[in-house]
């Protein structure tokens, strides 16, 4: 049987980000901590930025403590080691929500996603949309500065997750996303399986099954500038795994997904 509809809710916050929380991850992004912090809250000045840090030996966390001692807009989530980007964003998750958010975004801390593409992200949860996906491969949207070989693998692992799970969705492993709140109060989270970048691909998948207008707009990718990738093989692995987890869940149960997409 799948999973009811979620419940018809006010309009977002407006653009300037009052009710809107900015999660950024982060593991060794000293050089990007503070800059991205700033672009941040120059573009949405009224919303909250929430740090997720995973104990950074670089220090990473100690310069977020340092700027939301100056800053009340800023917070900063502290955990003893790093164990994931789908763990840290989850705990980010739960934080946002306690504090009560009503709009929740997603985001690199690396200027990966720009931060001046946010009032674009947000303005479709002003209207109908309960999640909004920054959507490299759409009419728009691109990536800037990757090898071919980080393309290719990219592109097939969208292909791969749409064609098994039956998803219309153009970029299901890109992690720009800005949710409504009583959607991800409605969706399974604290069954996330998937720690790496498969949790992007895990969300947005109970999202469609919930039943949630989900809508894409193009964003441009861009290769960091400053500190290194966490993209690995065993990640990789595990985002294969999960997705024919997904699969095999789906046919079992008989679940015929519902979503409307734009």
Do not use: C
Not at 77 to 82: D, E, G, I, S, Y
Not at 95 to 114: C, E, P, R
Not at 202 to 224: D, L, N, Y
């Amino acid at each position: 049987m799948t999973d009811p509809s979620p419940t018809a809710v006010a309009v977002a916050p407006p653009a300037a980000g009052e009710g809107v929380w900015v999660i950024l991850p982060t593991y060794d992004e000293a050089e990007n901590v503070e800059p991205m912090a700033a672009a941040v809250l120059a573009v949405l000045p009224a919303a909250t930025l929430l740090v997720v840090d995973d104990g950074s030996p670089d220090g990473t966390g100690q310069l977020a403590d340092a700027l939301a001692a100056t800053d009340p807009r800023i917070r900063v989530r502290h955990r003893p080691a790093k164990q994931g980007l789908g763990r840290a964003y989850l705990d980010g998750f739960g934080v946002a929500l306690a504090g009560g958010a009503a709009t929740i975004v997603q985001m690199d801390a690396d200027f990966s996603h720009d931060p001046r593409d946010l009032p674009r992200l947000l303005a479709p949860l002003m209207h109908e949309a309960d999640l909004v996906l920054g959507t490299r491969y759409i009419r728009g949207g691109g990536t800037v500065g990757w090898p071919l070989r980080r393309r290719l693998i990219s592109r097939a692992g969208t292909l791969f997750a749409r064609t098994l799970l039956v998803l219309p969705y153009r970029d299901l492993t890109g992690g720009f996303k800005a949710w409504r709140r009583e959607l991800l109060e409605s969706i399974r989270m604290r069954q996330a399986a998937a720690s790496g970048y498969g949790f992007q691909v895990e969300t947005t998948w109970w999202a469609h099954r919930r039943g949630a207008k989900i809508v894409q707009i193009p964003i441009i990718f861009r290769e960091r500038v400053a500190g290194s990738s966490k993209m690995t093989g065993s990640i990789v692995g595990e985002a294969v795994l999960m997705v024919l987890r997904l699969r095999w869940e789906a046919l079992r149960e008989g679940l015929r997904p519902r979503s409307a997409v734009k």
